[in-house]
């Protein structure tokens, strides 16, 4: 059975790292995430198809991350950490 692979946004507002993306069909208890290596994986169950999609992370705090899902849409966020020390 194949999968359907949506796109993943990731958007970085100040201190916080946002990822969203349309599952349309999926249901809430469905959705399973998974944070490995700057990477989240997007799983879930849709209407005949399963979903799979991946997002690269810039640098976040992986135990802050919140979830909601509304009309089909999931966003995921995060506190984003320091890129590094910046040059002065």
Not at 3 to 21: G, K, N, Q, T, W
Not at 22 to 32: H, N, Q
């Amino acid at each position: 059975r194949a999968s359907a692979s949506p796109v993943a946004e990731v958007h970085r507002l100040d201190d916080e790292v946002r990822v969203i993306a349309e599952l349309p069909g999926a249901t809430g208890e469905s959705i399973r995430l998974k944070v490995t290596d700057q990477e989240l994986v997007i799983d879930a169950d849709g209407p005949g198809t399963p979903y799979h999609t991946t997002a690269g992370l810039p640098p976040v705090d992986t135990g802050s991350m919140q979830s909601t899902f509304r009309n089909g849409v999931l966003e995921v966020t995060f506190l984003a950490l320091p890129d590094g020390p910046k040059a002065a």
